[in-house]
């Protein structure tokens, strides 16, 4: 069928200005076949279901929007957690500031590199949940990044990881247009824990493609940057198998646009997937979006969707979750909650938290709720001594609580609470 | 037999339920034929029908003029596909737009006058229409006090409204229940001003459709302070092969006001599947409150999908004073495909909305309903209880919007929707859109059986029950409490339902 014309232009446009990059036989396949997809799809635009909530068209211009770089007076996040640095400054790798990409359990190589050989098992992977997770919503930002990424880190796991890994992601550059690709392929029984910070670039595409075999455990902790104007996409598509485990938590402190999507295909029995997300937001120019897309094709598997949105002065929070359940995927444990705490009266927040399910055995459940701080709560608190503006703060933060509750790790938590807290008492 | 015996029922699922479930949709008890001679506009649908309608209804110029605006831009119009339903394509030309009994050409001054075969055929229906009493059939209404148990009936058949019960005594209360081509012609002020003033004629595909070449359907205007003394109601029944029916309903209930009104449907078996596309509109002034009921029993088809009525509804209530209040309550158990979404606008401050659903889908019925609840006034409440049961291969989606603008301060809504899964073939889906845009709102929707109130559970518990049959007995009683919503008519039909339990459900 014929794209509409508002959506043939805005493809042609950006299509227009896409070169390939040139690789190894199987990526020049993949990143065709990608390209094919983009353009059979047409890039989002406002009237698309799917971007509904949230205006694409900073996204898919052809030339990204400035973003002032910040000076952060906070130092950098997880300092003192041992960990294998990986940076890249405006999506371009920084082999100076980088750590050795060894360590035990894990190999790690770059995209760039991978994308040079001609046999590599990164060929079963690049572009191969991207593509699955296209149906039946159509995410064509995903197909464009496959196409058009020239590095990423591609990690594979054999064992337990002897430390996490941590992607760095510095904004040098105020027009800077960063694309990344990473893949990660945790063995059967393997372990790893990556973690992501930093705000990347002015306009950031990153797709994250995560295989967890049999038993193997993933852990993924993100922060996207702070008080930033970028503009970020990104993607995380993951298949998971028997007895594995998912966990990802993604904490945002302002930008200007984020979409973060999260695609989970869970096809092997008794797994389980945990996303969450807690992100604050202050003025008119934040909008955040959280879209999640969970298929349970298995039987005996739980998965939960955790996400708390803080906003005030005019920022808008959207979410739009869903838990498919495939026709014998039965004694699934299907949660989702996704919840608002608005500041004030300018602030909004938009949900769409779906369910589509087609097996009789299952528990789902979905809640929403919105409204502001509970002021008999407040009551108490100032009745204890509490100055106002310390209670507010403290009940922002239980608010929170819950979704920080999803990493695994209790350091790599409390020190994200801490950045919340701080950022918190200055935006409060 | 229905695709229920063959079907493995999960434990937790206990057999009255699915009892109730086969007795509702195994056999559709009201799928015979009134054989009549009918009178047909050409099939497909043009400019030259809307005007054929037109004049039919002895229709002003400026009625034929909206009809073919609406024409004009329902042809630029695409049908919509977001909904979680799949049918066949529908060849907008092969239908009967217009159909009437032959014996209606001449419109029958009074009841009296009426072509006895059509009467007959309200009767078999249960819905005579004789202004006696009671509505027959209504078990115990005979020991009733008779003040209070009339209902007058507006009775559409195909196309055209058969007749009109009680309309002098409603008159008498200063109430005008008429078919809306009769409004057309003795009160032009009153639609004029009122039609397509809460669904556009620009609204959506099948609205604009039904704008275009709408035939029939209620009238009904209560004036300021007015309690209506009895029920109104109208019977659809379409019975020609074929046909559409485009029904259009406009209720006005002035300041103050308040009337109930019914709604019940039903169609002939068929192998083929036949269109029903209508559209109700509800004004309600300050103070003023409706409620609405409907039991859409429409023929779902056979246990193969075969023939049903395509049911593609827009129905809309518009709360424009402060204080106004309007209450739709539904059992949907009919139908091959469901595509309505019952809505309120609450505009005026302190308005209220509410929408009790029941969906029944059964083999391969399939329905995609809820409801929007738009809050435009300060201090809005709104309230959403949807039931959605899905059994053989059936789908079944709630849709529901709640919409809380920049200036709805202090508003409120609580939704739920649970569904009940009988065997496992079948699916069911929650769609809900929410949209906050101040803070003062409280929004919240569940979707869980575990959210029964927890004093309400102590409660059960600390009289010895245990927890599930705590459970059982305080979701029994609200399921209960939706059903005792509808009006004492409705009530019998849709009794049969109350046996049915949540347990088991899934969100």
New interface residues.
Partial sequence: MALAKLKQDVTDARLAAVSLPEGAAWINAARNDALTRVAAMGLPTRRD?YWKYTDPSSITAVDAPQAAILDNDEGPLFADVDRVKIVFVDGVFDEDASDDLTAEGVTIERLADVAASDIHWAKDLYGVLEARGQKPVARPLAALNTATATDGVVIRVTAKAEKPINLIYLHNDASSDAVLHNLVKVEAGAEVTLLETGPAASRFSKLLEVDVAEGAAFHHVRAQGRDHERRAVTHCFARIEKEATFKSFTLTFNGVLTRNECVLEIIGDDASAHVAGACVGDGKDFHHDDTVFITHDAVNCESRQVFKKVLRNGATGVFQGKILVK??A?KTDGYQISQ?L???????????????????????????????IDEDALFYLRSRGVPEKIARNMLTLSFLAEALEEIADEGLAEELRDRLESWLNRHS | MTALDTVEVKEGVDQETVDAVKELSGNYKYGWETEIEMEFAPKGVNPDIVRLISQKNNEPEWMTEWRLSAFERWEKMEEPTWAMVNYPDIDFQDIYYYARPKSMEEKPKSLDEVDPKLLATYEKLGIPLKEQMILAGVEGAEDAPAEGRKVAVDAVFDSVSVGTTFQKELEKAGVIFCSISEAIEKHPELVKKYLGSVVPPSDNFYATLNSAVFSDGSFVYIPPGVRCPMELSTYFRINAENTGQFERTLIIADKGSYVSYLEGCTAPKRDTAQLHAAVVEIIVEEDAEVKYSTVQNWFPGDEDGKGGIYNFVTKRADCRGDRAKVMWTQVETGSAVTWKYPSCILRGNDSQGEFYSIAIANNMQQADTGTKMVHLGKNTKSRIVSKGISAGKAQNTYRGLVSMHPKAKESRNYTQCDSLLIGDKCGAHTVPYIEVKNNSSRVEHEATTSKVDDDQLFYCRSRGMDEEEAVALVVNGFCKEVLQALPMEFAMEAQALVAISLEGSVG
């Fill in positions: 279901e026709e014998g039965q608002s608005l500041l004030d009266d300018d602030s909004q927040f938009l949900a769409k938290p779906e369910l589509e399910i087609y097996a009789d055995d299952v528990a789902c459940s979905h809640g929403s709720t919105s409204g502001a």
